[in-house]
């Protein structure tokens, strides 16, 4: 069951940088031509975004982005081009970072929308660069063409492109209104809501409903989706919902959940000011999901 109207989420807690067109242009025809990718590289307002080998980068006193202006000569192999930013191109590689490096899931929620574009693209490709430089059908070597957005076996002429891994993510709050967070065992005091990978052949929804009852044997009668976000650890797109429980009782795994519980809003606050849980960082889809619900007297 689907209820008929949409509940009226807020722009700012369902995180509105994923849900608009990105000012990151990634030029997909263009970058095609090789020669093109290396004019861009030597244009006077071309920047560079250093990463790495845990794809983490190092960012200004002021927080932003630190991109530098590339000054060697242009290596189609290593210059990867994420697009470009009111004309201007910007490059990612893999290279000895100085300074104190972060990571896109310490630091992304305090990035603006543009710049967090970045970071996730380069992220992304930074890591899928690393992990499959070798065809995955003949195992042949294969070179880095578009740009860096594929990768092209030398062997059997496969064309290969980045690979994304879908997972659900949802806020399941029951009839009552509250909302069930539980954690892993190595997370510490820390709660979230639910989450899970795509298994072949399922739908969105479908993992939605096994998802949760392997992880807390709860069943539920209805979901909405919330809105999805990049997640470059490695390569997971993260599309997030809320669903209604129709039963309530909690029966954790043991395997991949240690702890799940229910809390109200009153609860929830309580144990946050006393410092006995905490939640996911802003810069995550499951932070806005239940900020959300926070913010709103129903979701349904």
Known sequence: MIP???????????????SVASSLDRVGHHRRSADWVAQLWRSPDARLLKLDADASFTTQADGTLRLVKPFV????????????????????????????????????????????DIAAAATALVRWHQLEPQCPRCGGPTRVTDGGYARHCERCDEQHFPRTDPAVIVAVVDVDDRILLGRQASWGNRVSVLAGFVEAGESLEQTIHREIAEEVDVTLDRIRYFGSQPWSF?????????ARASSTAVCVDADEIAWAG?????????????GTIGLPGPSSIAHRLIATWRSEPTVW
């Open 73 to 116: 000569d242009h290596d189609p192999q290593r210059h990867l081009l994420l697009g470009l930013v009111e004309g201007a191109p910007v490059f990612a590689v893999q290279a000895v970072v100085d300074g104190e490096v972060r990571s896109l899931r310490e630091v992304g929620g305090s990035l603006s929308d543009v710049e967090r």
């Open 262 to 274: 229910w809390f109200t809003r009153e609860e929830l606050a309580a144990q946050l000011e006393a």
């Open 234 to 242: 490695p390569r997971s797109l993260m599309t997030g919902f809320f």
């Open 4 to 18: 008929e109207a949409p509940p009226a989420w807020s722009d700012e807690l369902s995180g509105v940088a994923w």
